[in-house]
Nanobody, 128 residues
């Protein structure tokens, strides 16, 4: 099992950048595909970005493509979400999620129901 723990959220002005980190406990981090989601009080949990077990395959949601990137460092048991050119509509609680995988291919996952392990979330607020 892994327990994701997010960090790096905060308040930033529009146009600014933040890097979120998600540290996952356990010795088998490379056995998990990882994803980032976000949620506001008025919207369902929304997919943001996903990465396969190695970091070699990634997918970014259309709403943030070109501004956000996802990466991972298996030696540090950490996945990152680099967020640039932030806009007020990016304001949300950002969650990190992990999915156990049993074959080391290029698969990533975009549905929240596909993940079994979730962090507590980190708040990102973008002021205009």
């Amino acid at each position: 099992q892994v327990q994701p723990v997010e960090s790096g959220g905060g308040l930033v002005q529009a146009g600014g950048s933040l890097r979120l980190s998600c540290a996952a406990s356990g010795r088998t981090f490379s056995s998990y595909a990882m994803g980032w989601f976000r949620q506001t009080p008025v919207k369902e949990r929304e997919f943001v970005a996903a990465v396969n077990w190695s970091g070699g395959s990634t997918y970014i949601a259309g709403s943030v493509r070109g501004r956000f990137t996802i990466s991972r460092d298996n030696a540090k048991n950490t996945v990152y979400l680099q967020m640039n050119s932030l806009q007020p509509e990016d304001t949300a609680v950002y969650y990190c999620a992990a999915r156990r995988i049993y074959s080391r291919g290029n698969d990533y996952y975009t549905g929240p129901y596909e993940y079994g392990y979730w962090g507590q979330g980190t708040q990102v607020t973008v002021s205009s």
